[in-house]
Each structure stands twice: as C-alpha cells, then as structure tokens.
C-alpha cells in the first residue's frame, strides 16, 4: 500500500504515531530553514513540514525542488502543529517527514487547483481531469453518487429489479434526432442510440417483469440549448398493474426520501395542478411556486378602453412584483428593453405603480383612471407597494414573454432560493399538439401514452382537446421527472398511431415489435424516468448540470479534452460502406 491513512483523517489522537501519506502537492512554502508542504488527495489536506534540523539533509533538500501537483508518496510521524488551522479536520497536526518519494513530477497547472480558481471554463474542460481535483467539481461528484445510491437503496427496498438495456437499438421517431451507428456486419444498415428505454422498459412489462429500474444513459442529437447536454442520465421506471395515482404515490415517496435523506427538509404531500392551471398562471408547464407572481388575465378590465393595443390583443396578463413600486424610470425602462430583446420577442409593456397611499400611476393614465388601475390590482392581487407589469399579444406567446419575466424578476429579488425545495405534480396535459409546420399533430410526451379513457371519443372530433394519463414532476422551476400510463392493447396503439399520421405500413415497420408483443398479454402498465443530472443539480443547490457530469461536452457537443467527435480513416470508413459526400 502506498498509504496507510488518507490525507483527510489525521487528527490529534495520532500524535506520536507513524504514518505514510501519498497525495499530490497543493502548495509549497519554503522558508528556508524549514519547508512546509500541503498534500492534497481526494479526502482532504495534510501539512507536511521538513525540519533541517530534524530532517534528514537528502529529503530535505528534496522537498525544495517539489512543485505544483507533483505526486509524492512521504513517511513521518504525526506531531502537533504549532499554528493550528481550525477550517480543516487536520488542522491540529502536521507530518515531521523522515522518508519522501517523489513518484511523479507534474507540468505546471494550466490553471490554479483551488475552490475558487484562475480557469476559466474552456481551459477546464480542455483540462476536466485536472478540475475535478478541484473541491467544488469533486463534491459534485461525490453528491452524485450519493443521490444514485439513495435512488437504488429506495427502489430496490420496494422490490424494483434494476435491468440493463441495450444502447444498440433500433430508430425510432421519438421526438429528437438520433444518433446512428453503422453496423460493418450489416452493410447500409445502421443502430440507433437510444433517447429512452421507452419501449424495453414496456417490453420488460409484458415480460412480467413488475417493478424496473434503472440509472441509464440515453442521447438525443438536438441542437444545444443552455445547460443542455447530448448524452445525459435518467433514473428510468416502470411498473405493471398499476394507475397513475400508483405511480404519484411511489416516486413522491422517492423525492421525499431524497431531500430528507440527502438535504435534511423535510416536505409534506406534493400539490397537484393541471397542465390548464399552469400555462393559464406562471405562463409554463414547469411552475416555480417558491414565489408567488402568478398570472393575473386583464382582458375584462382593461380592454374596450381607448387603448388599441390592448383591445386588439388576444391576451392582457399582468404580475405583480412586490416592493417594486420604487422602481426607478430607469429600472423600468431597463426591463421594458429586456423584454424587448429577440430571445423574449415582447414589442412592449405597460406598468401600473401601486404607491404606499392607495392611489396609482401607470405608463398608460391617458387611457385608464385609478378605478381601472384598482381593478388591475384586484386581478393581480397588488397590493400597495408593488409593482405591475402588464404584456399583451397572441395568448401562447404572451404567456411564454410574462413567464420569462417573471423568472427573472424574481432572480433579481433573491426569490429563487437554491436551499428551498418547492415540488409539485402537473398532471392532465394534452394527449396531442399541433405542429404548424408540418401541418399534423406530434405526441406531447410519446407515442405510446395513454389517452385519458373519457376522451378517447374526442380523438375524431377535437384531438387537441384530448388529455393524457401522463404527469410531471417539477421541482424549483425544473422539470426533473416525467411520465405517463402506456397503451398496453394493440388496438389502441394502432389508433394512436392513426391520429399522429402514420401509416399501417410505417406502424409496423417502427414498432411492429411492440404490437406483436401486446398481443400475448401484456399487462397495464406506466412509469416515470427522472433526469438525474438535473435533480442532482438543483439538490446541489446549482443552476447548471455540467459540474455534476464527470467529462461533460461544452455547448457544441464537443468534448475538447478527447476532441470528439473527429474524423476517421478512409479504411474504417471502408469497412463501414461509407462514403462521406462533404461540400467544402
């Protein structure tokens, strides 16, 4: 062995004792006559201390020719240490060294190996190797595998079977772009990477295999939104014989279990909305409810006015922002631009001030009096003090504009608190949406979700108005889990398929597995696949998922440590039967 403790657990009941440590060197402090170092390894830090007087005069002179992030191995004895450091365990002991070894020189660190360093993010991630020795980037990763063995611990003490899928499938339309494989064996043919196990997790119901889990990685090749990377981790589930309130019940459990587990909150039944309920009040499907802000709709009030902008919109919706009724006209017109920029796409906003004495001044007094503005107040549920802030237009776009307002306001005003938990279900979305670009109605969530029973009738005369048996979770704005009852009769499936165009031909050329195996009993059957990154993210109290992903793309895909992806040789693309037609 080359240690016999870890950099982290020496404490002063080991005075007197002799210890070996290994590690690599944070930093050096040569005062001469006397040489401190501090060994790093994954568990902590040990101050090392080379005595001229007491240390043998080769090791002593060794220890000065040490550098940044040299690996060394060292023996010693423990004594105390005369100016202790109460921030770390070790803090009370240092190691007289008597033998040292270096086993590894080291270049110089692009970057500084601190908490907080000098890196920035392209050089760390060209570096991720030397990162992850950093505190901040190895805790994600320790907390990672926490939150997966909780996950694990959970579901298999309620009887989950944790099963293995392939990662060489067939392609299906699921939404995203697929990454292919070319099989060498099977000339012009090619494998699909999975987006889910969606259809093997199904398949492992008919199989009878009752309760399945499993922490998988699944990939979509979609354009690169932030925070968004191509290949990701799901915690994914299904179980058989069950409804959706079945579902609800279990993986709350799970979310309740991990926050009280991992964080120390404890949180009390979820609430329940409908999809209605939340586009009509935060303007989104995934609702932060740690603030309030919610959508107040002013058409009743504020339209049939002398206002034409108003009276030719589809939609008036207003918030009201507390304590912002100081806001400055400079504040105001600051965020007037921000709702104005391209990503929002807003070509305006009104603002009614609600001042301390009751009465109120506004952007637009020439059109409303203060009985007008009071009612805008009531639907927004203002109060003196507070600020609102009104948007107008087609009623999808102006809800998705105040939803981003909204979000930002309350970044702004410290509302979204990484170390408050705020879940909630949303349950009743739509079975169907109408893509206008392709003329023809997509899956909200995937083929294979079951109508709600009651409007399967609707399925000829409204499809758009039909609701599915599918639910998310949502936790501080994030979607972090999602899905649905499953069609589990081939007659259904096949209906299903009808009303998102395909034909029975291309039915069964995609899925005809699926259906065969419907026909030989497959049981009723949902599940719920969880984003791990992101649930491991927001319970780590961060925003972003890549510090919590081992060797992460950057925002282009590309992994600029291995440089991936890259070209291959004529040969391999030879065996492969592929010719690359590529327009310089």
Not at 336 to 355: E, F, H, L
Request: glycine share 8%; net charge negative.
């Amino acid at each position: 062995m080359y240690r016999s403790h870890h950099c982290g657990e020496l404490n002063a009941s080991h005075i007197n004792t002799e210890v070996t440590l290994a590690g690599w060197v944070q930093k050096s402090r040569d005062k001469g006559f006397m040489n401190w170092v501090d060994l790093r390894d994954r568990y902590g830090i040990t101050q090392l201390i080379f005595d001229e007087s007491r240390t043998e005069k080769s090791v002593f002179e060794l220890a000065k020719t040490l550098g940044r992030e040299y690996v060394i191995q060292v023996k010693g004895t423990v004594i105390e240490r005369e100016s202790k450091n109460t921030a770390i365990p070790t803090g009370e002991i240092e190691i007289l060294v008597s033998e040292m070894t270096i086993l590894n020189a080291a270049l110089t660190p692009p970057f500084t190996i601190e908490d907080e360093t000098d890196g920035g993010e392209d050089i760390r991630m060209k570096y991720r190797y030397l990162d992850i020795r950093r505190n901040p980037v190895k805790n994600s990763l320790l907390f990672r595998h926490k939150v997966a063995m909780e996950v694990r611990k959970y579901l298999s003490d309620l009887d989950f079977c944790e099963v293995e899928t392939p990662y060489l499938i067939k392609s299906t339309p699921e939404g995203a772009r697929d990454f292919v494989v070319p099989s060498r064996m099977n000339e012009g043919q090619f494998y699909a990477l999975p987006q889910s196990p969606q259809t093997f997790k199904q398949l492992l119901m008919v199989g009878g295999m009752d309760k399945y889990f499993q922490i998988v990685k699944c990939f979509r090749d979609e354009d690169l939104r932030a925070d968004r990377q191509p290949e990701f981790t799901q915690i994914d589930c299904e179980m058989a014989f069950v409804e959706q309130e079945d579902i609800l019940n279990v993986f709350e459990g799970l979310t309740r279990h991990l926050l009280k587990e991992i964080k120390g909150v404890e949180v009390a039944k979820f609430p329940r909305i409908t999809y209605d309920y939340a586009m009509k009040t935060y303007g989104n499907d995934k609702p932060d409810i740690r603030f309030g802000m919610e959508f107040g709709e002013l058409n009743a009030v504020a339209q049939h006015k002398e206002f034409p902008v108003f009276n030719t919109a589809e939609l008036v919706v207003g918030i009201a922002v507390p304590g912002a009724g100081n806001y400055t006209r400079k504040e105001i017109d600051a965020l007037i631009d921000w709702v104005k920029r391209p990503q929002v796409g807003a070509s305006g906003m009104v603002y009614v001030k609600c001042n301390e004495d009751g009465t109120y001044k506004s952007s637009v007094d020439k059109f409303y009096d203060q009985d007008d503005l009071a009612q805008w107040a009531k639907a927004t549920q203002a109060q003196a003090g507070d600020m609102i802030f009104v948007l107008s237009g087609p009623a999808n776009k102006t809800r998705a504009q105040l939803s981003a307002l909204r979000m930002e306001l309350a970044t702004r005003l410290g509302l979204r608190k990484p170390n408050e938990f705020a879940p909630l279900w949303v349950v009743d979305f739509p079975l169907l949406e109408f893509d206008e670009e392709s003329g023809r109605y997509h899956a909200m969530h995937h083929p294979f979700t079951s109508p709600k029973p009651e409007d399967i009738s609707l399925l000829e005369t409204n499809p758009g108005k039909v609701r599915a048996n599918a639910y998310d979770m949502v936790l501080n704005g994030n979607e972090i889990g999602g899905g649905s009852i499953r069609i589990h009769d081939k007659a259904t499936q096949e209906l299903m398929f009808k009303y998102l165009g395909f034909t029975p031909e291309e039915a069964k050329a995609q899925f005809g597995f699926l259906m065969d195996a419907f026909q030989f009993g497959a049981p009723p059957h949902g599940g719920l696949a969880f984003g791990l990154d992101r649930l491991v993210a927001i319970l780590g109290g961060q925003e972003t998922i890549r510090d919590f992903i081992a060797f992460p793309k950057n925002n282009s895909g590309r992994d600029v440590m291995i440089d991936a992806p890259s070209t291959i040789d004529e040969a391999q693309l030879k065996e492969l039967h592929i010719q690359l037609n590529i327009k310089v």
